[in-house]
């Protein structure tokens, strides 16, 4: 009898929507600058105004819409509800855009064995591993000359540039039991061979010694010392003369594209979902709230910071004055000329709430053992809360509630997370932000396998659950909490 192969079934419209949406944005979002350049071209498409910290924040007003960057690689956008005054709250939602890769020395040339290497350190705590023989590239920012200025561009070379070729098993035969990467000697990506680099450099000239570190002369110290062969494909990326090329900040990638998968459809297959997963969902569903903004009266606000995977410690990063700013400058921005009692900034920190969202870890079906029975996360079962007794996590009793409350009105579901207490736990930028500032906060994300491999795994549905979930925190959240912060205000 032939073979009978049942089509997948589909999901519903608004769950392929968002699944779909996070698929092309990831597409585009290889690095946090190109994370921020697409987050901010949707802005822009939804009458968001640009912003600069270097200029008067002037005119500010209620029912209107902002946003800024910082660095190229964090942005905070904000939508001032209808009936806002200041010292009322803001409701936030936070992710971060970086992920772990190698990143490019600043000396990036090297020589091994005949072959063109590149030189990379290491960004974050990656499952290095999974690196080994992928179709890599780079991607990142670029300064250079423009027309006897000096100017910043992005670049994502699309093609397979790069490759760390993993050693053969007749080589290490105990590989399989033991394996340990040592990145410095182990993931310097092979770029070229040099006998096939000389053969084509034939008829350049002197293009090495010229141009090999940068700059236009042989004795040119220059900032750069790359090899001549990764300028000249970043050169034609950018439609520049290698000469131009001043420094760049670049990271490693894998040029496989996200993409929906499983036998059901019902996955995201993907790099970089930790932590791109929530800077789609919270920019969404802020474009999708704003339907019932003149009815608020506290300000929307979504802060996608840098560095998170280094301690956020950082201009762009969580730990610096961001936050701070975005309230402060917004709650007297709106104010302008008018009556000023002078602590409406703190009053307004004190109304305020962020939700953390960073990805969650979904209950592993070969390592589930590695989860606390009762708290093991799983895939189409909505957002996870986030709990740790030592504030790893900054979520109480309180702030789960609140959000959880903002879920179930809805009919939305809800998911909780506690590492077990014979391991460590992880942290996220909920603890940073609510210390420096002293908002309320809760740590949730969407749950998903594999995270800081080159290849990440989540759900469909939850990317869905997500969205409504964010929606309903800034709709609903005024209500819900106002009863209950009213009753903590009684000392009884």
């Not at 904000?78 to 990143?103: E, L």
């Not at 104010?335 to 009692?341: A, E, N, P, T």
């Amino acid at each position: 009898h032939p073979i009978s192969i049942k089509k997948p079934i589909k999901m519903a419209q608004g769950q392929a929507r968002e699944a779909e949406g996070l698929v092309k944005y990831l597409n585009e979002c290889w690095t946090p600058f190109h994370a921020v350049q697409v987050t901010a071209r949707l802005l822009r498409e939804a009458g968001f105004k640009q912003l600069k910290e270097r200029e008067r924040w002037e005119g500010l007003a209620p029912g209107h819409k902002y946003f800024y960057t910082r660095n190229e690689s964090a942005i905070v956008a904000f939508a001032v509800g209808g009936k806002f005054k200041p010292g009322n709250g803001f409701r936030v939602i936070g992710a971060h855009t970086d992920s772990p890769c190698p990143k490019l020395k600043p000396v990036s040339k090297d020589v091994k064995a005949g072959c063109l290497m590149v030189s990379v350190q290491n960004y974050g705590g990656g499952l290095w591993y999974t690196w080994f023989d992928r179709d890599l590239s780079v991607a990142g920012r670029v300064v250079h000359k423009s027309g006897g200025k000096i100017k910043t561009s992005l670049v994502a070379v699309r093609r397979p540039i790069l490759r760390v070729p993993s050693l053969a098993i007749h080589l290490q035969r105990g590989v399989n039991d033991n394996l340990k990467v040592n990145f410095q000697q182990h993931m310097s990506p092979f770029l070229a061979t040099s006998i096939k680099n000389e053969l084509n450099s034939v008829g350049d000239g002197d293009r090495e010694s010229k141009k090999a570190k940068g700059g236009s002369e042989a004795g040119d110290k220059g900032v750069l010392q790359q090899h001549p062969l990764l300028l000249d494909i970043l050169a034609k990326e950018l439609n520049i003369e290698q000469a131009d090329i001043l420094d760049f900040e670049l990271q490693v990638c894998d040029t496989q594209p996200s993409c929906i998968g499983g036998a059901m459809e019902e996955l995201v297959f993907s790099g970089r979902l930790d932590n791109l997963a929530h800077c789609y969902t919270s920019t969404r569903a802020l474009l999708d709230s704003l339907g019932s903004l003149g009815e608020d009266d506290g300000v929307r606000v979504i802060a996608l910071f840098d560095h998170e995977e280094c301690g956020s410690c950082s201009s762009p990063g969580a730990a610096s004055t961001l936050m701070m700013d975005t309230v402060k400058r917004v709650t007297l921005g709106v104010l302008g000329s008018g009556v000023c009692r002078g602590d409406e900034v703190e009053i307004a920190l004190q109304n305020s709430f962020l939700v953390s969202a960073d990805m969650a870890h979904a209950l592993h079906p070969n390592y589930a053992d590695k989860h606390e029975p009762q708290h093991g996360p799983k895939f189409h079962k909505g957002v996870v809360i986030k709990h740790n007794a030592n504030q790893r996590y900054a979520t109480n009793s309180i702030t789960a509630t609140l959000f959880r409350e903002c879920g179930r009105k809805r009919g939305l579901p809800c998911q909780e997370f506690v590492v077990r207490s014979d391991m460590g736990c992880g942290s996220t930028i909920g603890p940073i932000v609510t210390s420096k500032t002293g908002i309320r906060t809760v740590d949730v994300g969407i749950p998903q396998w594999s995270m800081h491999s080159v290849r990440e795994v989540c759900g469909c549905d939850d990317i869905d659950y997500a969205v409504k979930h964010f929606v309903a925190f800034w709709e609903d959240m005024p209500k819900i909490e106002k009863d209950l912060l009213d009753s903590m205000d009684v000392i009884v």
